[in-house]
Each structure stands twice: as structure tokens, then as C-alpha cells.
Nanobody, 116 residues
Framework: QVQLVESGGGLVQPGGSLRLSCAASGFTFIMYAMSWYRQAPGKERELVAAISSGGARRNYADSVKGRFTISRDNAKNTVYLQMNSLKPEDTAVYFC?????????WGQGTQVTVSS
């Protein structure tokens, strides 16, 4: 069955870095655009970063441009989110998403907490 399993979240001090990973299985990963979303308490889920199926196109939320980098390894069926210069407002549950046409899959999320 389809699985998206996020890892790499945790507690980090402001200014620190984390690298999130999302391991995919159960579908043809290379054919899917991949994204990272996040949801903070009391707020709506928002798109953080997205990458096309081949990796040539990437886009970012304005709030993370220059600090976060999305990448993918199609040989490993994995998408990454490198997060640098983290701020307290980056605190949220981060979700991995795969989409192709009407197919739309989500992971269970990983908590990122930025606090001193």
C-alpha cells in the first residue's frame, strides 16, 4: 500500500538546522510531484515547498525562501527538506505530500519545534 514516512523532526534552537526526509513506497515515485506542508497549532495547513517529478522545478513559500531547500532522490524514493536559520515561527507539524492528477497521498507528519 501507499506509504509516506517522514522523519528528522525534533527540537532545535533558533538559528539551527534540521533535515526532514520522506520515504515513499507503494506508488511510482518518479511520476509524482512532491511537496512539504506544515500546520501550526490553530492555523491552516500551508505549502512550504514543492518539487516537480523530475526535480527541475521548485517553488517555496515566501516565508522560507533562502532558508529552506527541497530536493529529491528518485533512486531512493525519498524527498528532503533542508531547513536552515530556523525561527520560532517555523514550529509546526511538517507533512509530506505526493500528487499526480487525482492521486494525492499524505504522510503522518513530523513535529518540528524551534525554541530556546
Amino acid at each position: 500500500q501507499v506509504q509516506l514516512v517522514e522523519s528528522g523532526g525534533g527540537l532545535v534552537q533558533p538559528g539551527g538546522s534540521l533535515r526532514l526526509s520522506c520515504a515513499a513506497s507503494g506508488f511510482t515515485f518518479i511520476m509524482y510531484a512532491m511537496s512539504w506542508y506544515r500546520q501550526a497549532p490553530g492555523k491552516e495547513r500551508e505549502l512550504v515547498a514543492a518539487i516537480s517529478s523530475g526535480g527541475a522545478r521548485r517553488n517555496y513559500a515566501d516565508s522560507v525562501k533562502g532558508r529552506f531547500t527541497i530536493s529529491r532522490d528518485n533512486a531512493k524514493n525519498t524527498v528532503y527538506l533542508q531547513m536552515n536559520s530556523l525561527k520560532p515561527e517555523d514550529t509546526a507539524v511538517y507533512f509530506c505530500n505526493a500528487v499526480r492528477g487525482s492521486s494525492d497521498y499524505w504522510g503522518q507528519g513530523t513535529q518540528v519545534t524551534v525554541s530556546s
